[in-house]
């Protein structure tokens, strides 16, 4: 079993910034692939930005150059540094962790209940 818990959501204005955070605890087995989703109300749930057990990233092509993916090891904690935001940003977001990245995203996760972040203009 795999547990994670985000934090750090919230309402900011177009051209701010934020950082999730992802507490993960459990199995570290299930570790080896973590990222982070987002789904907009009557949307799709989206991959945002993944991390390998080796360390390569992958961003969603509308967040490249804003959006930044970290994990502190030492306590299992997993970031998403969110700059120059948009209105189009606004979404729940979901951390996810699973033993298997696909084209750079966990595949069949664990997932987190999710953070709410709003981007005004």
């Known amino acids: 079993q795999v547990q994670l818990v985000e934090s750090g959501g919230g309402s900011v204005q177009a051209g701010g910034s934020l950082r999730l955070s992802c507490a993960i605890s459990?199995?570290?087995?299930?570790?080896?692939?973590l990222g982070w989703f987002r789904q907009a109300p009557g949307q799709e749930r989206e991959g945002v930005a993944g991390?390998?057990?080796?360390?390569?990233?992958t961003f969603a092509d509308s967040v490249k150059g804003r959006f930044t993916i970290s994990q502190d090891k030492p306590t299992n904690t997993l970031y998403l540094h969110m700059n120059n935001l948009k209105p189009e940003d606004t979404a729940m977001y979901y951390c996810?962790?699973?033993?298997?990245?696909?084209?750079?995203?966990?595949?069949?996760?664990?997932w987190g209940q999710g953070t709410q972040v709003n981007v005004s203009s």
């Open positions: 996810a962790a699973a033993v298997l990245c696909v084209g750079g995203y966990p595949v069949l996760p664990y």
């Open positions: 459990g199995n570290s087995y299930y570790h080896k692939c």
């Open positions: 991390v390998d057990r080796t360390g390569r990233t």
